[in-house]
């Protein structure tokens, strides 16, 4: 299993960036996804989930109405697409897999925000 994180960028307080996490060796359609994020310093944090069949989704209250997690089944790919950046986003962030009993990490990709 591998996921592959990408898209991380420096932007300007106000911007837009998308993610993009690359997924191979399982079957990407029936694992349930989420990003997760770590700011410098602090804990990891989940940030979004998407379910596997039903393609639920749900956020965090921050990214609540700002950042939008997609996924392309047929690709193997999961989208976050982040809106109205702020300085608090700047973080590493990652993709994680929970496919049957186990969860797979990528190794993140950096989201600089300045203000």
């Known amino acids: 299993v591998q996921l592959t994180e990408s898209g991380g960028d420096l932007a300007q307080s106000g911007g837009s960036l998308r993610l993009t996490c690359a997924g191979s060796?399982?079957?990407?359609?029936?694992?349930?996804m989420n990003w997760y994020r770590q700011p410098p310093g602090k804990e990891r944090e989940w940030v979004a989930a998407?379910?596997?069949?039903?393609?639920?989704?749900n956020y965090a209250d921050f990214a609540k109405g700002r950042f939008t997690i997609s996924k392309d089944n047929y690709g193997y790919l999961l989208y976050l697409e982040m809106n109205d950046l702020k300085p608090e986003d700047t973080a590493d962030y990652y993709c994680?897999?929970?496919?049957?009993?186990?969860?797979?990490w990528g190794k993140g990709t950096r989201v600089t925000v300045s203000s």
């Open positions: 994680n897999a929970r496919y049957y009993a186990e969860t797979y």
């Open positions: 060796g399982f079957i990407f359609s029936r694992a349930d």
């Open positions: 998407i379910t596997a069949t039903s393609g639920i989704t």
